[in-house]
């Protein structure tokens, strides 16, 4: 090894084009496993049950298969922006490049309250599940949400994350086993299937969209392994693995839908823990515990990425200068703790006024609009920086984005505005309201108190005297 | 552009004073990596490592399997080395560019800010 004090002109950096790799990185299996992972959260049974009260049961799969292509117009969107940006830091990027820079901090504050919500939601769906199997009072169930949002704080305070190879196995078991009790369910039912190609049987048009809107959420979240494209193999494996991932999905959510529209009844559907009674369909009571564990093991790759993602996001953010530096501090795992434990802290009240007022279904709303408004940004800015930033390298282009684009934007924004009014089979405004609340508060922070943090921290460096001396004149000619 | 003995004196700086700094010490402790420096602007790169909470020597070229690989321009290495620069800022801005997990990732912004901290 040369050091610097000693340098060889002759070793100078010869190998600084050719592409080293790096020691531990993802491979496509884990980034199938992470993008999948992250989308099938305890809260997709709950979406998958709710989704059959729109639709002809049996036939569910038609929303689903729906949804999952407007999934698929969405992973290109998320391809091409990845390809352009391939940084956790991406969402920032594209969006200050694509639109002016308040309004995309405004949009990602909003769409940042999705990951609490879905660790909220997690939180909850897990925590009753373990009291209903265990028999024990409803009340029993905010103790189970505080002791798990607990122990992901803790963990995360301690830097610990769960490695590649463990979130591999998490997640193809809960999908497997999902597959193997909804098929079980389905067999043991000893019943054909009803209206499989008849969505519409005793429903409208409007129901329809409605389950679609729904359908998207069941995929929800696929894209947040682009936060992963800084330590993937090969830069390919982000959007490719985003696709098997979106297959994986329509297969699971499909099968997880029918059997549960085939054997279980309408009180079960609208239940906070559908998945148990579908494992008890399946199997009996050995059915129910392994659901029980599986819904479980969904909470594993939920508070993982949902935590790092986050609490990193924020931690980035604050360094930035666009919140509070209080939020920058790290313990001495090198963990931006603040982030962690308010995050820990909103995800239990979140949780807990969920388990007190049983409006779960107003959380899978408030998800549901969230993850469609962020795609017909997404859709927006691909198609925005063709023109703002035609000459940059795209590895993954969308085709015809002119025409895609526009679609984009327009069916994930009606969509978003299908989900933000409906809660259950009944329209509500209580979601609209939360989005409403949340995009308001962001845009005051924006506009109101960025500025005096970005002005202070100015300030700050003007004051600072640069460390680095200056250079010496250039000899005269 | 920073030559090779600007970003050596100026990474010799930052070596120094976060060797000497014991909650930094604490930070890295157990976190031995490997990290490759290439610039983009005079296309060279530079090799440091952790190893035993200490940071190492700067090696010029790139030496062994990295876990983290940081681009930017030279400028960009030597004001982020004497702490003039806030490497998060660039990073948010895409000017600086990581390759590695998130984890190791956020520990080198902890060592380019926490080095600077009490200074």
Known sequence: ??????????????????????????????????????????????????????????????????????????????????????????IRLYMQRAMD?????????????????????????????????????????????AALLAVAVASNLRGVQV?????????????AATCVVGIAALVRSHQPLHFPLEPLHGHGVGSFVEAVALGVFLFSAFE?????????????????????????????????????????????????????????????????????????????????????TASRFVYGTARQGSLPPLLARLNTRAVPWVPVVALGALSLVVALVVSVTHSWQVLVAVGAALEAMIYAV?????????????????????????????AGVAVFGALAIVASVTVGDRTNFVPLVVIVIAGALSALYVVKV???????????????????????????? | MADRQEIAEAYSQWRATSNANQRLRKMVRGWDRVIHFRT????????????????????????????????????????????????????????????GSQQDVMRIDAISMVAFLDR
């Not at chain 1, 490695?163 to 999908?175: H, M, P, R, S």
């Open chain 2, 40 to 99: 983009t602007d005079t296309q060279e790169g530079f090799t440091m490592s952790v190893h035993d909470q200490l940071l190492s020597e700067l090696v010029f070229g790139l030496e062994g399997q990295p876990d983290v690989i940081v681009t930017g321009t030279s400028e960009d290495f030597c004001d982020m080395f004497w702490g003039d620069l806030n490497p998060s800022e660039k990073y948010m801005s895409g000017e600086i560019t990581l390759a």
């Open chain 1, 450 to 477: 960025v500025p005096g943090l970005q002005a202070a921290e100015a300030a700050r460096r003007a004051a600072t005297p640069r460390r680095r001396p200056p250079r010496p004149p250039a000899p005269g000619p």
């Open chain 1, 224 to 308: 947040w392994v682009t936060t992963n494209a800084e330590e993937v193999r090969r830069p390919h494996h982000v959007h490719r693995g985003m696709l098997i991932a979106i297959g994986i999905l329509f297969l699971v959510c499909s099968l997880a839908t029918m059997a549960m529209s085939h054997v279980l009844d309408h009180h079960q559907l609208g239940s906070a823990y559908p998945q148990l009674d579908l494992g008890r369909a399946a199997f009996g009571h050995v059915g129910l515990w392994a659901m029980a564990a599986v819904t479980a093991v969904t909470a594993l790759n939920t508070f993982n990425g949902g935590f790092i």
């Open chain 1, 163 to 175: 490695a590649g190879g463990l979130q591999d196995v998490a997640t193809y078991t809960v999908l």
């Open chain 1, 1 to 90: 090894m040369t050091t610097a004090a000693g340098a060889e002109p002759a070793r100078r950096a010869a190998s600084v084009g050719a592409g080293s790799e790096l020691r531990r990185a993802m491979g496509l299996r884990t980034t199938v496993s992470t993008s999948t992972g992250l989308a099938f959260a305890a809260l997709e049974y709950l979406a998958a049950a709710g989704l059959v009260t729109y639709v002809a049961g049996d036939s569910a799969w038609i929303a689903i298969g729906v949804a999952g292509l407007l999934a698929l117009l969405a992973w290109g969107f998320f391809g091409e922006l990845n390809g352009m940006f391939p940084t956790a830091a991406a």
């Open chain 1, 378 to 406: 997404a859709a927006f800015c691909t198609l925005r920086l063709r023109s703002r930033e035609p000459d940059r390298h795209r590895p993954f282009r969308v085709r015809a984005v002119k025409l895609l684009g526009a």
């Open chain 1, 101 to 145: 820079d308040r309004m995309a901090l405004s949009i990602t504050f909003t769409y940042m309250t999705t990951i609490i919500l879905v660790i909220a939601a997690d939180a909850f769906i897990v925590g009753t599940a373990l009291a209903h199997a265990l028999g024990e009072p409803g009340w029993v169930a905010a103790v189970w949400i």
